[in-house]
């Protein structure tokens, strides 16, 4: 009987052993597949802060998990899906850089030729700015915030690129061309209004000539009427901030920018299945040769390099991540964060239509996605 009960004893123990859920350290079963612990990370993260949008994951350059969240349009209660179109404000800078990088290529640009060339009208302390220093944040433009306007008009209403270059003539600069990374989405409104110059076409045609039309790129571009896009996601913001603490989530629509105030530096739209094919090809040399591909990666001042951060502060000091290629953006309730890891192996897409907390839910995914299964 005894020899019985210890055999029995054993069995159940055996069967705990093998059926019940090993739990790691951060509480998620260790027999869970990636797909399922990354899909738990995303879910928990929703609970716990406020979330639209959606979220790509690849390891070793191929999908793990993707997903969307909440609302493309509150009023109609359509949802977020996968193919939902949203702005990926800053993110724009990299397609710019990539069609400037191109023309460069083609001996159609230089690096050390002067945007004087291009806007005559530029005044003597900007008369030594490079297309380097604008590619990089270190022409000495200031942001936003210096240009001489009215933002709350200029900012809704339409303007020519040309127009958009005789504005940032008059702006004041933060710095001495060359000597200091200083942030300027302005630097960004330039080169593209000099690809522009040189071929002839506008930045749209540009972008769909050399980035999507080459990669199948069916869901990026650039348009000034965003009303005409199909499964395009309206931006929000929270209504009340103290929201976030009890998960009362309420949302107001936001007053989108007009769209040739945006333009190359923060108006092209995007879905995280369209941006997963853009980072294959950026780390294939699909588009650019590997010379100027390395060009695009390598950082200057302040760890930018040509439209990315190289281990960005928020990434390397706050979730302590390395070996990180990354970029934010951000227009008006929109939002994206859009990371590459491990030697563009691993890839973390994020794109939101409201504000939320993208950085830390990267890095938790960075994180989910580097336990061994």
């Avoid at 009215?150 to 008059?170: G, H, L, Q, R």
């Avoid at 040399?285 to 990666?297: A, D, H, P, V």
Wanted: with cysteine.
């Amino acid at each position: 009987m005894k020899n019985q009960t210890k055999h029995s004893l054993l069995c159940l123990l055996l069967f705990i052993y093998v059926w019940l859920p090993v739990r790691a350290q951060d509480g998620t079963p260790k027999h869970q597949s990636k797909t399922e612990i990354i899909k738990a990370v995303v879910e928990k993260y929703c609970q716990d802060h406020p979330f639209s949008g959606a979220v790509l994951v690849a390891q070793n350059r191929e999908l793990v998990w993707k997903g969307a969240k909440g609302f493309a349009n509150k009023a109609t209660e359509q949802k977020n899906l996968i193919n939902t179109k949203f702005l990926v404000g800053s993110v724009s800078k990299q397609f710019t850089a990539m069609i400037v990088l191109q023309l460069v290529q083609e001996g159609k640009l230089k690096l050390d030729d002067l945007a004087i060339k291009y806007f005559p009208f530029l005044p003597k302390e900007k008369s030594t700015i490079t297309i380097h220093q604008l590619l990089s944040h270190t022409s000495g433009l200031g942001h936003y915030s210096k240009l001489n306007v009215n933002a709350k008009k200029f900012m809704y209403k339409p303007v020519t690129p040309i127009e958009y270059a005789k504005v940032i003539a008059k702006m004041g600069m933060v710095a001495k061309p060359g000597k200091k990374m200083s942030y300027s989405s302005m630097g960004y409104i330039l080169l593209a209004a000099i690809a522009e110059q040189i071929t002839g076409k506008t930045f749209s045609t540009l972008l769909e000539e050399r980035i999507a039309r080459p990669l199948g790129l069916k869901n990026t571009g650039f348009t000034l009427n965003t009303n005409e896009l199909q499964n395009f996601a309206l931006s929000y913001d929270l209504k009340n901030q103290k929201a976030a603490t009890d998960n009362d989530f309420r949302f107001k629509l936001n007053k989108p920018r007009h769209q040739s105030n945006t333009y190359s530096t923060g108006g092209i739209h995007s879905t995280v299945e369209d941006m997963l094919v853009w980072f294959k090809a950026l780390a294939t040399n699909k588009l650019l040769n590997k010379e100027l591909t390395k060009k695009m990666f390598t950082p200057n001042l302040g760890n930018y390099a040509y439209g990315w951060f190289i281990n960005d502060v928020r990434l390397t000091k706050a979730y302590k991540l390395t070996n990180i290629i990354s970029h934010g953006g951000s227009v008006n309730g929109f939002r994206a964060a859009v990371s590459m890891f491990n030697n563009q192996q691993d890839f973390v897409i994020i794109l939101a239509n409201h504000p939320s907390r993208i950085w830390l839910l990267t890095a938790e995914i960075k994180k989910a996605l580097d336990r061994k299964e």
